[in-house]
Every structure is written in structure tokens, then in C-alpha cells.
């Protein structure tokens, strides 16, 4: 990238309801440990902005008004874009519902030569995104890296770590996630009650898209074909219900081991596997273990085994009475979106239609303050004994748990996470795979420090059952 960029990250919707927080994160980040970061705020109204730029200097107790400037940009003047684009080394783009806002920044960053990150959930987005601009992006040597908030940073990465940690080859992975609420209660804010909405309600677009794209076809995998759990059931493990995980990291995680696939270094589940197998086993044994012919270009980075990590992504609820009350939500959710009037009253009435989840307002500080998350995954696989048998038809004989665990998930672990990844992305660019295009955080980070760095801000990976024997 251009060195003589005026800004290493500008934070574009900064005035928002999230933008605020990560402009927060990133004052309390340039103020302790990277003072040498030169940055900007972006928006629409200067006024507003400079509001968040006061309230951020209260909150962290560092006057943020001199140090940081102040940049004009509207999601509907291009040139304004444009010139935002053009002073930034990394834009953070925190303006959604980004189905209606998101592309108008993309096609600026690649235009001006600036890496994009963005926190978005939404799949409709993020692969339409890698569909019309990942070529792009690869040719200018431009990253626009996706999901780097709490969608999908801990599924994605949390997979990586899992596998990281076994000792054989894993065959699928179960994500469990738990929202922990503090006596305030817990409220999300409407921009992303918006993004589920119009998301359910475009989900035949998505479903072409991804015919289109080609993505639909299923990677190689060996072993048991992940169960499915139905629309609800009970974990032992965890004593809890569980229910299918209706955001974007089931998308995410499968994007990412398509990509290590298709580039052939790659899929995550080899990497592990291969990386642990005693040296004695030859590199041919190895491969007719895996039941898949590759040529010795694929093993140039140690991983010649081009199978898929099966994921399941679940959430959880402790009471049988919660759980009844969420299908029941999720059944008139899914209803109304299929209409007009219905999405329009959703729109309207998030906080009715919700339960009391979502406002137009957002939680409170002691909301934010009291909530927490907690994701748990359970990979199941084999052995490297088994494998080095060359014998694994059978069940899965070796089970691992790990976790990702940290504050609350929308306002304090999101902009933790965006603002490491604009750090990481800046410090370690040349660990990146390639020279550019449109990437989930898995592909993009997975050479790289951020799940350290991360641990250190308080959103921590860790294991919770080394991997033992069935």
C-alpha cells in the first residue's frame, strides 16, 4: 500500500450506535499501547461527530479532540467517499444495515486503494461482496476483509483454533453459543434487527447467489456426515437447549474452508492434522490415508489433505420455557418477513415484535456493562494412531473442547475485535495469503497474531477439554 496515506485507519460511521464504541476502543488503543497510530473519524455531520469524539474522551479519560481529525463523508456522495478512501490505509466501515449502505464504501476503498473492514452479518452482503469485487480487489492488492466483528471473528477463528489444538484430524465441529445477561437485562439495537429482517426476507436471493457462485457444490469430506440436530435439542455437555444459530458464522466458517480449499494449502482441518503427524509417516502413506490424490505443489506448505471441517452453529438457552418462547418468535419472525405490511411492522415495532430483545435506543451502559458471551465447540475426529492405520470408516475416535469467551457481544467485544484486526491488518499485511481480495477473518488472519492479541484485550480462546479418547 501507498505509504503517503495521511491516516493508518478511519473509523466511516462513526457517529452511529456501534461506531461510538469503536471509536471508544480505538482512542483507549492509540492512548496505551499504539501511540504512533495516526487516525480520523468519518461521517456525515460534524456535529455529531464531534459529540462522539467528546463523549469518548470523557469515557477513557484521554482528550481525544487535537489528536483525531474530523472527516466529512456521505454514503450518498461518492466523491466524498472517494476523497475519505483516499487518505486511509484501512477504513473501518461501521454504517449498516449494509445490504442498503455497504457496497457505496467498498467500490470507494478499491478505487482509492484502501483496505476495508466491516462488521457485518449479513451473507447476503459478504458474498456478494466476494462475487462482484474479489478479482478487483486481488488485482489492486486491496483487502476487504469481512465479518471482523462479533459476526464472525469467534466462530471463525474459534474453528481454527480447535482444529489448531487436536492432535489427528478433525471431522466436524459443533459451535455452541450462550448470551449472558446482567441484572439490567439484555436489548440490541434496531440496525440489527433491520439487517435480520430484510436478510430472511431476501433469503431466496441469496440461495441463487450462491448457484451462481458456485458455492453450493459440497467440498470433500471423510468420515461421518455431521448429524443434524433439528430445530431444537438438548446438549448433554452443556445442560442447555439449544437451537440452529440464525447469523452469518455458519456462512462464514464455510467460506473460510472453501477458500483454504480451493487454494490448496488449505483446508483448516489439515492443517492441524498434518502438522501433528510424527515424521515417520511417509508423506505418500499419508496421503493414500486420506483417500485423496494430490500432487506435491499441494503439501508445499505442509498441508496436502483437501477435505472440509463439517460446522454446526447452535445458541442456547437454559429453561424449556425460553426455548418455546424463542421458536414461537422465530416462527411470527419468519412469517412476517414474507410481506410487506409484516416487515414494515417489524420495522416499526421492534421492541413488541422482539419480546422486549430489540429498540430503536439500544441497551443501556449497565446493560452493556453486565452482558457477557460465551461459545463453546466441540470437534470430534481422529486420531493420528488411527490415521496413521489409514483406517478411519468408523466413528470419530477422539473428542476436543475449546471456547471463546469475553464481554458483551455487540458493543465492547466488537469493537475489540474490529480494531485488532485494523492493527493486525496494518502490522502483519505480509502474513496475509496472496496480495488482496474480498476475505472472511478466518482466511485473512489465521497466519497472523490476532487470537493472541485478542486474549490479551479480554475476548479469550482457550481450551476446556484437551483432546481425549471417545
Same mark, same amino acid.
Given at each position: 500500500?501507498?505509504?503517503?496515506?495521511?491516516?493508518?485507519?478511519?473509523?466511516?460511521?462513526?457517529?452511529?450506535? =456501534?461506531?461510538?464504541?469503536?471509536?471508544?476502543?480505538?482512542?483507549?488503543?492509540?492512548?496505551?499501547?499504539?501511540?504512533? &497510530?495516526?487516525?480520523?473519524?468519518?461521517?456525515?455531520?460534524?456535529?455529531? !461527530?464531534?459529540?462522539?469524539?467528546?463523549?469518548?474522551?470523557?469515557?477513557?479519560?484521554?482528550?481525544?479532540?487535537?489528536?483525531?481529525?474530523?472527516?466529512? $463523508?456521505?454514503?450518498?456522495?461518492?466523491?466524498? &467517499?472517494?476523497?475519505?478512501?483516499?487518505?486511509?490505509?484501512?477504513?473501518?466501515?461501521?454504517?449498516?444495515?449494509?445490504?442498503?449502505?455497504?457496497?457505496?464504501?467498498?467500490? $470507494?476503498?478499491?478505487?482509492?486503494?484502501?483496505?476495508?473492514?466491516?462488521?457485518?452479518?449479513?451473507?447476503?452482503?459478504?458474498?456478494?461482496?466476494?462475487?462482484?469485487?474479489?478479482?478487483?480487489?486481488?488485482?489492486?492488492?486491496?483487502?476487504?476483509?469481512?465479518?471482523?466483528?462479533?459476526?464472525?471473528?469467534?466462530?471463525? !477463528?474459534?474453528?481454527?483454533?480447535?482444529?489448531?489444538?487436536?492432535?489427528?484430524?478433525?471431522?466436524?465441529?459443533?459451535?455452541?453459543?450462550? &448470551?449472558?445477561?446482567?441484572?439490567?437485562?439484555?436489548?440490541? #439495537?434496531?440496525?440489527?434487527?433491520?439487517?435480520?429482517?430484510?436478510?430472511?426476507?431476501?433469503?431466496?436471493?441469496?440461495?441463487? &447467489?450462491?448457484?451462481?457462485?458456485?458455492?453450493?457444490?459440497? !467440498?470433500?469430506?471423510?468420515? @461421518?456426515?455431521?448429524?443434524?440436530?433439528? @430445530?431444537? #435439542?438438548?446438549?448433554?455437555?452443556?445442560?442447555?437447549?439449544?437451537?440452529?444459530?440464525?447469523?452469518?458464522? $455458519?456462512?462464514?466458517?464455510?467460506?473460510?474452508?472453501?477458500?483454504?480449499?480451493?487454494?490448496?494449502?488449505?483446508?483448516?482441518?489439515?492443517?492441524?492434522?498434518?502438522?501433528?503427524?510424527?515424521?515417520?509417516?511417509?508423506?505418500?502413506?499419508?496421503?493414500?490415508?486420506?483417500?485423496?490424490?494430490?500432487? /506435491?505443489?499441494?503439501?508445499?506448505?505442509? !498441508?496436502?489433505?483437501?477435505?472440509?471441517?463439517?460446522?454446526?452453529?447452535?445458541?442456547?438457552?437454559?429453561?424449556?420455557?425460553?426455548?418455546?418462547?424463542?421458536?414461537?418468535?422465530?416462527?411470527?419472525?419468519?412469517?412476517?418477513?414474507?410481506?410487506?405490511?409484516?416487515?414494515?411492522?417489524?420495522?416499526?415495532?421492534?421492541? /413488541?415484535?422482539?419480546?422486549?430483545?430489540?429498540? #430503536?435506543?439500544? @441497551? =443501556?451502559?449497565?446493560?452493556?456493562?453486565?452482558?457477557?458471551?460465551?461459545?463453546?465447540?466441540?470437534?470430534?475426529?481422529?486420531?493420528?494412531?488411527?490415521?496413521?492405520?489409514?483406517?478411519?470408516?468408523?466413528?470419530?475416535?477422539? =473428542?476436543?473442547?475449546?471456547?471463546?469467551?469475553?464481554?458483551?457481544?455487540?458493543?465492547?467485544?466488537?469493537?475489540?475485535?474490529?480494531?485488532?484486526?485494523?492493527? %493486525?491488518?496494518?502490522?502483519?499485511?505480509?502474513?496475509?495469503?496472496?496480495?488482496?481480495?474480498?476475505?472472511?477473518?478466518? =482466511?485473512?488472519?489465521?497466519? %497472523?497474531?490476532?487470537?493472541?492479541?485478542?486474549?490479551?484485550?479480554?475476548?479469550?480462546?482457550?481450551?476446556?477439554? @484437551?483432546?481425549?479418547?471417545?
Amino acid at each position: 500500500m501507498a505509504t503517503s496515506k495521511k491516516y493508518d485507519v478511519v473509523v466511516f460511521g462513526a457517529s452511529g450506535f =456501534t461506531g461510538q464504541f469503536v471509536v471508544e476502543e480505538l482512542g483507549r488503543v492509540t492512548s496505551e499501547e499504539e501511540r504512533g &497510530l495516526i487516525w480520523a473519524v468519518a461521517g456525515r455531520n460534524q456535529d455529531k !461527530l464531534n459529540q462522539v469524539l467528546e463523549k469518548a474522551s470523557s469515557t477513557i479519560g484521554v482528550d481525544l479532540k487535537d489528536a483525531v481529525d474530523v472527516l466529512l $463523508a456521505d454514503i450518498e456522495n461518492e466523491e466524498s &467517499l472517494n476523497d475519505m478512501a483516499a487518505q486511509a490505509q484501512v477504513v473501518l466501515n461501521c454504517v449498516g444495515p449494509y445490504r442498503f449502505f455497504g457496497e457505496p464504501v467498498v467500490k $470507494a476503498c478499491l478505487k482509492n486503494k484502501a483496505h476495508h473492514i466491516d462488521i457485518s452479518g449479513e451473507p447476503q452482503f459478504l458474498e456478494t461482496m466476494q462475487f462482484k469485487y474479489d478479482e478487483e480487489a486481488k488485482k489492486k492488492g486491496v483487502y476487504i476483509v469481512q465479518s471482523c466483528g462479533f459476526d464472525s471473528v469467534p466462530a471463525d !477463528l474459534g474453528v481454527l483454533y480447535t482444529v489448531k489444538n487436536f492432535p489427528g484430524r478433525i471431522n466436524t465441529i459443533e459451535s455452541y453459543l450462550t &448470551l449472558n445477561a446482567g441484572p439490567e437485562g439484555a436489548v440490541g #439495537h434496531y440496525a440489527t434487527w433491520q439487517s435480520a429482517i430484510h436478510g430472511l426476507a431476501n433469503a431466496e436471493e441469496l440461495r441463487n &447467489l450462491r448457484k451462481e457462485m458456485g458455492t453450493k457444490k459440497p !467440498l470433500p469430506k471423510s468420515g @461421518p456426515k455431521l448429524e443434524n440436530r433439528g @430445530p431444537a #435439542h438438548w446438549s448433554e455437555m452443556l445442560q442447555k437447549w439449544c437451537v440452529p444459530f440464525p447469523g452469518a458464522d $455458519a456462512s462464514v466458517v464455510r467460506r473460510t474452508q472453501r477458500f483454504l480449499y480451493n487454494n490448496g494449502e488449505n483446508c483448516p482441518v489439515q492443517y492441524a492434522a498434518f502438522a501433528s503427524i510424527p515424521d515417520r509417516i511417509d508423506l505418500f502413506k499419508w496421503q493414500a490415508a486420506s483417500k485423496v490424490v494430490t500432487s /506435491l505443489a499441494d503439501t508445499e506448505f505442509g !498441508l496436502g489433505l483437501l477435505e472440509e471441517v463439517q460446522f454446526g452453529a447452535y445458541a442456547c438457552v437454559s429453561a424449556f420455557r425460553y426455548l418455546v418462547l424463542l421458536m414461537v418468535v422465530g416462527v411470527v419472525f419468519g412469517v412476517m418477513t414474507k410481506f410487506s405490511w409484516g416487515r414494515w411492522l417489524l420495522s416499526k415495532y421492534p421492541r /413488541l415484535f422482539s419480546l422486549g430483545y430489540f429498540s #430503536h435506543e439500544g @441497551p =443501556t451502559q449497565k446493560q452493556i456493562e453486565g452482558a457477557s458471551f460465551n461459545m463453546q465447540f466441540i470437534g470430534t475426529g481422529y486420531s493420528n494412531t488411527v490415521l496413521e492405520d489409514g483406517d478411519y470408516d468408523g466413528p470419530p475416535n477422539m =473428542t476436543i473442547a475449546t471456547q471463546v469467551e469475553g464481554p458483551e457481544a455487540g458493543y465492547v467485544t466488537t469493537p475489540i475485535v474490529m480494531v485488532q484486526a485494523a492493527i %493486525t491488518l496494518l502490522k502483519e499485511m505480509k502474513k496475509f495469503p496472496a496480495k488482496g481480495g474480498v476475505m472472511t477473518p478466518g =482466511t485473512a488472519y489465521k497466519d %497472523t497474531s490476532l487470537v493472541e492479541r485478542l486474549s490479551d484485550r479480554g475476548v479469550i480462546f482457550s481450551i476446556t477439554a @484437551p483432546a481425549a479418547s471417545n
